[in-house]
C-alpha cells in the first residue's frame, strides 16, 4: 500500500548537472503531475500527463523534461541544473473530478 | 486561468479557539475546490473536497468549508484549535474534473498553548 513514491527523497546537485527524479503509483491512476514547492509560492505545476505516452506542460515547465512510458511511473529530468531548480518538488496522481490527488512524501534538491 | 488567493500568509490561534482559513478563487465556471494540509517535512494529504451538491463540506480531524458562490469563497474552519492542528494549509481549484489543481500559497497555521 505504498501509493506514490519519491526517489531520491534528497539531492544536491552542481551547476550545469543533469539528474532524474522517478514517480511511482501502485493506484493504477492515469493522471500524473509533477509540482515544486517554493516558500510564499504554494505549489506550482510543472508538467503533468494524462496518461501512458502522455504529457503536458504546466505552468513553470522550462528546463524541465518528462516521459511517462510506463502508466505506474512518471520520470522528470533536469537537463542542466540551475540554482533557480532548487525546490521541493512532489509527484502526485488522481482525477481532480474524483477524489483528488495522492501526494508522494517529496524530493529536496538543492542546486549549488 | 483560475486562480486562488489565500488571505494571511500566517495565521495564530489560541488552543480551543475558533480555525478560519480564508480562500477565495476565480472561475469563470462552477469550480472543484479542494483544502490540503500539510504537515512539516511531509506530502500533502486531503482535507475536504467540494465538487458539487451540498455547499457545506466536511472533512477530516474536525474541519470543515464552505462553498459560497457569491462571495466567490471557499474559507475552512474548525471550532476548537488542537496543538497537532499547526500545519500549513493550502486551498485549490480547478475549472474541471479533468484539469490539474491550481494551489493557493498556502497559510501556515501556528496554535499557541
Known amino acids: 500500500n505504498a501509493g506514490v513514491t519519491q526517489t531520491p527523497k534528497f539531492r544536491v546537485l552542481k551547476t550545469g548537472q543533469s539528474m532524474t527524479l522517478l514517480c511511482a503509483q501502485d493506484m493504477n491512476h492515469e493522471y500524473m503531475y509533477w509540482y515544486r514547492q517554493d516558500p510564499g509560492m504554494g505549489l506550482r505545476l510543472i508538467h503533468y500527463?494524462?496518461?501512458?505516452?502522455?504529457?503536458a506542460k504546466g505552468e513553470v515547465p522550462d528546463g524541465y523534461n518528462v516521459s511517462r512510458l510506463k502508466k505506474q511511473n512518471f520520470l522528470l529530468g533536469l537537463e542542466s541544473a540551475a540554482p533557480s531548480q532548487t525546490s521541493v518538488y512532489f509527484c502526485a496522481t488522481g482525477f481532480t473530478g474524483n477524489y483528488g490527488y495522492t501526494f508522494g512524501s517529496g524530493t529536496r534538491l538543492t542546486v549549488v | 486561468a483560475q486562480s486562488v488567493t489565500q488571505l494571511g500568509s500566517h495565521v495564530s490561534v489560541s488552543e480551543g479557539a475558533l480555525v478560519l482559513l480564508r480562500c477565495n478563487y476565480s472561475s469563470s465556471v462552477p469550480p472543484y475546490l479542494f483544502w490540503y494540509v500539510q504537515y512539516p517535512n511531509q506530502g500533502l494529504q486531503l482535507l475536504l473536497k467540494?465538487?458539487?451538491?451540498?455547499?457545506l463540506v466536511k472533512g477530516i480531524n474536525g474541519f470543515e468549508a464552505e462553498f459560497k458562490k457569491s462571495e466567490t469563497s471557499f474559507h475552512l474552519t474548525k471550532p476548537s484549535a488542537h496543538m497537532s492542528d499547526a500545519a500549513e494549509y493550502f486551498c485549490?481549484?480547478?475549472?474541471?474534473?479533468?484539469?490539474?489543481?491550481?494551489f493557493g500559497k498556502g497559510t501556515r497555521l501556528s496554535v499557541i498553548a
Open positions: 485549490a481549484v480547478s475549472r474541471s474534473g479533468n484539469t490539474p489543481l491550481v
Open positions: 500527463s494524462v496518461g501512458e505516452g502522455t504529457t
Open positions: 467540494y465538487t458539487t451538491g451540498a455547499t
